[in-house]
Nanobody, 115 residues
Framework: QVRVVESGGGLVQAGGSLRLSCTAS????????MAWYRQPPGKQRETVAV???????SYTDSVKGRFTISRDNAKNTLYLQMNSLKPEDTGVYYC?????????WGQGTQVTVSS
């Protein structure tokens, strides 16, 4: 079993920045993929950025050039640096861990961007 915990959400004005963190603990494996998703109010959950333990990150088009995903493999911790935030970035941000057949989600952290 893998436990995933996110932190770092909050309220910020448009143009501001936030940094999210996510830590996976428990029966983690060295080769895994961690990712950020978000669910805007009234909409479906969508992929924001994906970071494998080995390989290159990928981003959804709407955040390219503004968000940066990174990870510390030794700590099984994933980060999302969000700059130039827009009101449409508002939503609950979730972290997902997947590896060796295990898939775990965090409880989510709220990000609210005011105009």
């Amino acid at each position: 079993q893998v436990r995933v915990v996110e932190s770092g959400g909050g309220l910020v004005q448009a143009g501001g920045s936030l940094r999210l963190s996510c830590t996976a603990s428990g029966n983690t494996v060295r080769i895994n993929t961690m990712a950020w998703y978000r669910q805007p109010p009234g909409k479906q959950r969508e992929t924001v950025a994906v970071m494998p333990s080995v390989g290159r990150p990928s981003y959804t088009d709407s955040v390219k050039g503004r968000f940066t995903i990174s990870r510390d493999n030794a700590k099984n911790t994933l980060y999302l640096q969000m700059n130039s935030l827009k009101p449409e970035d508002t939503g609950v941000y979730y972290c997902k861990y997947s590896g060796d057949g295990t898939l775990s989600w965090g409880q989510g952290t709220q990000v609210t961007v005011s105009s």
